[in-house]
């Protein structure tokens, strides 16, 4: 039996809705956050946000190193080879 497209579009239109509804009528929370957990979620924020950063300084970095150090090798092989 062939799949009516029409007939799926519904539920999804229906779910999408539902979830719309849920997420106007939301509650807060009413929950307190000591000062251990504040500085404990702001010090794992920046830890993976300084890791992050260190990971594409990494990818950066090592690739230019190596390449400065071939460049600087070449240039002391051909100043030896003058002498």
């Known amino acids: 039996m062939p799949h009516n497209t ?3 579009k519904v539920p999804v ?3 999408l809705a ?3 509804l849920l997420l106007v009528n939301a509650a807060p ?3 307190y956050m000591g000062p251990g957990l504040g500085l404990g979620a702001i010090g794992t924020a920046l830890g993976v946000v300084g890791a992050l950063l260190l990971m594409l300084v990494s990818i950066v970095w090592y690739p230019a190193k190596r390449m400065l150090r071939k460049m600087r090798g070449d ?3 051909q100043s030896a ?3």
């Open 75 to 77: 240039k002391a092989a």
């Open 13 to 15: 239109v229906c779910v």
């Open 18 to 20: 539902g979830a719309l």
């Open 6 to 8: 029409e007939t799926l």
């Open 81 to 83: 080879g003058r002498k």
């Open 29 to 31: 929370a009413l929950a």
